[in-house]
């Protein structure tokens, strides 16, 4: 799909849709291991960021998608929908952790 006049530069990140609730904008989790050195163990994260998403893509909560790094859109939205996997099994939660 097109992004009109939106340059996708930097960062192509993968994540899981979790809110699809705004206008063209979807929630998008990130998760990651953080190691802690003193305990020589991983610590599950995880970030939540504002994603545009153009009505081309027919996307639902627990779908993946990629997602590349754009221009300031708004407030909070500085990424734009560049992929989209549908769910493969829709038992994962909003919260389950997720590697990809």
């Known amino acids: 799909p097109i992004h009109w006049n939106v ?24 998760d990651y291991l953080h190691y802690i050195k003193k305990y020589r163990r991983f610590e599950k994260r995880h970030k939540n960021i504002a994603v545009h998403c153009s009505p081309a893509f027919p996307v ?3 779908d993946i998608v990629t997602i590349g790094e754009c221009r300031p859109l708004s407030k ?16 994962s939660g909003k919260k389950s952790f997720r590697v990809f």
């Open 7 to 30: 340059a996708i530069r930097g960062r192509i990140l993968k994540g899981l849709i979790i809110s699809t609730k705004m206008k063209r904008t979807i929630v998008v989790r990130r």
């Open 60 to 62: 639902k909560d627990g």
């Open 76 to 91: 909070t939205v500085r990424f734009n929908v560049v992929a989209h996997e549908p769910a493969v099994h829709a038992k």
